[in-house]
């Protein structure tokens, strides 16, 4: 979708390193939101901005931290990545919170 | 935590035929959203029922909600093979948690 994208498309890291993932929204909405994809799991909630610097943590958090320091930039850090961490990862905004979510095309992450 | 859950979670069935998706969930909500999913992409928000309604049109969707059975159906009419995706449906956990997914019905339409 032409208002959201997620940088980068796919990426290839070793366990142990930091890996940051980035989320550019060009359509001024307020929430912005982290989730993973796994197979057998569907799509879950890793953290979630409800406006700039105000954040709060989803149900699988763990080892994953997030910042919003501009209305478009929400950027999600693995501290520390591990294997269980390969997934596809999915941002997602809206204007109104939990209201008709526009995702981004996905970051496929591999950790090796 | 597993809000709803899609029934069946494939389905096949020939182009022009319909096809009928299912989601239960636990608590209550404040509205029920359909998303559409293929492959290699990120979903696409379909629809959005709220609790006070009973069925939603959009097109070729129909979407239907009893809270009652804390269950909702999503039919696709006349499908094509462009409809060939994955279905998932959303639901706000405790009227005001974040959208949680269920975990999709892959539906292929065959040309």
């Known amino acids: 979708d032409a208002g959201i994208t997620q940088s980068p498309r796919h990426k290839v890291t070793e366990t142990g390193t930091p890996v940051t993932l980035r989320c550019h929204q060009t359509?001024?909405?307020?929430?912005m939101y982290w989730y993973r994809q796994d197979p057998g799991h569907g799509l879950r909630l890793i953290h979630y901005?409800?406006?700039?610097?105000?954040?709060d943590k989803g149900e699988v958090s763990d080892g994953y931290s997030v910042s919003r320091s501009k209305t478009e930039d929400f950027l999600l850090t693995l501290e520390s990545a591990t294997s269980s961490q390969t997934s596809v990862y999915f941002c997602?905004?809206?204007?109104?919170?939990?209201?008709?979510?526009?995702f981004g095309s996905g970051t496929r992450l591999t950790v090796v | 935590s597993q809000q709803g859950e899609e029934d069946p979670q494939a389905l096949s069935i020939q182009e022009g035929e319909n096809a009928t998706m299912n989601c239960s969930y636990k608590t209550s909500i404040n509205n029920l959203q359909w998303y559409r999913q293929n492959s290699g992409r990120g979903l696409v928000h379909l629809i959005l029922i709220r609790s006070n309604e009973r069925e939603k049109h959009s097109g070729r969707l129909r979407v239907t909600l009893d809270t009652s059975k804390k269950s909702s159906s999503l039919l696709i009419t006349a499908s094509r093979a462009a409809d060939t995706a994955s279905y998932f449906c959303?639901?706000?956990?405790?009227?005001?948690?974040?959208?949680?997914f269920g975990q999709g019905t892959e539906l292929s339409v065959k040309p």
């Open positions: 901005s409800y406006g700039v610097k105000d954040t």
């Open positions: 359509e001024n909405h307020r929430y």
């Open positions: 997602a905004i809206s204007d109104r919170d939990s209201y008709g979510y526009t």
């Open positions: 959303a639901t706000d956990e405790n009227q005001g948690g974040k959208l949680i």
